[in-house]
């Protein structure tokens, strides 16, 4: 299925792509800047409940995210079993220090990671790629070879997904798909990884034939507004920045991460 097919109809899919993306910014350099749990689970709360009362409370639990809950508990994890040790030793084996400090830390990585990257997968979901190359050249000004060869690849995300599919048939079918779990998903990935950078070779080729690496002026077809409902979204997510920030340091939980 390709990622364009859930976006139509969606809350929010009319709003400048820019305003979106511009949103998640001020709540990704406060959780950056620290390393505690209060902040990231105020964020995650407040993410909750905002995209709940918009509609896309069913994105939040939708497969469209499971990456973002496997892969935080994982980064956690690791920080876990190979976190700076600090505070008394809970499990020690070999390279593997175990201490109250680095279940903390993990902890709190994994809290922030799914803080971080769920209102950036919900709202790219959400996201056109052609409103996002209007936005990104109409409201950002930003050069067109830079813009075409964005919305290029976007385009070609919703491919990828239907090419790892077709791949897992196509070595069924010739009986090579059969082997272990990891040594098919890493066979697989070399072809899909083989795949895209002919593709990529080819619409590069296309696309400098058809003169969009020019630089000239270029008209839209579609104006990209930028209205108050932008200017809300991204004042909403500096008001969760500031709540997030505000909670960890009353509580005393706000911890610099060079400190």
């Not at 491919?159 to 890493?186: C, E, K, P, Q, Y």
């Amino acid at each position: 299925m390709s990622i364009a097919s859930v976006r139509p109809g969606l809350p929010l899919a009319r709003v400048n792509p820019v305003a979106k993306v511009a949103a998640t910014v001020p709540l990704s350099i406060v959780l950056i800047l620290t390393l505690d749990i209060v902040s990231a689970t105020v964020a995650i709360v407040c993410e909750i409940v905002l995209f709940t009362l918009v509609g896309l409370g069913g994105l939040l639990w939708s497969p469209r995210t499971l990456p973002v809950w496997i892969a935080a508990p994982l980064t956690g994890i690791s920080m876990v079993l190979y976190g700076a040790p600090s505070g008394a030793t809970l499990w020690d084996f070999g390279v593997i220090h175990v201490t109250e400090g680095s279940v903390q830390i993990g902890v709190a990585t994994t809290v922030r990671v799914i803080a971080i990257a769920l209102p950036a997968v919900v709202l790219f979901l959400t996201i056109d790629p052609t409103d996002l190359a209007d936005g990104l050249a109409q409201t950002l000004k930003l050069p067109s070879r830079f813009v075409l060869g964005a919305l290029a690849a976007l385009r070609l995300v919703g491919s990828a997904v239907d090419d790892w599919r077709i791949l897992n048939l196509a070595r069924r079918a010739r009986g090579v798909g059969d082997s272990g779990v990891i040594r098919r998903s890493l066979g697989q990935a070399f072809s899909l990884l083989v795949l895209a950078i002919r593709r990529g070779g080819t619409l590069a080729t296309a696309m400098e034939a058809r003169g969009f690496g020019a630089d000239v002026d270029r008209t839209y077809a579609r104006a990209a507004h930028f209205g108050w409902t932008e200017w809300t979204i991204i004042g909403v997510g500096c008001l969760v920045a500031a709540a997030s920030a505000t909670v960890a340091i009353l509580v005393g939980s706000w911890n610099v991460i060079w400190s």
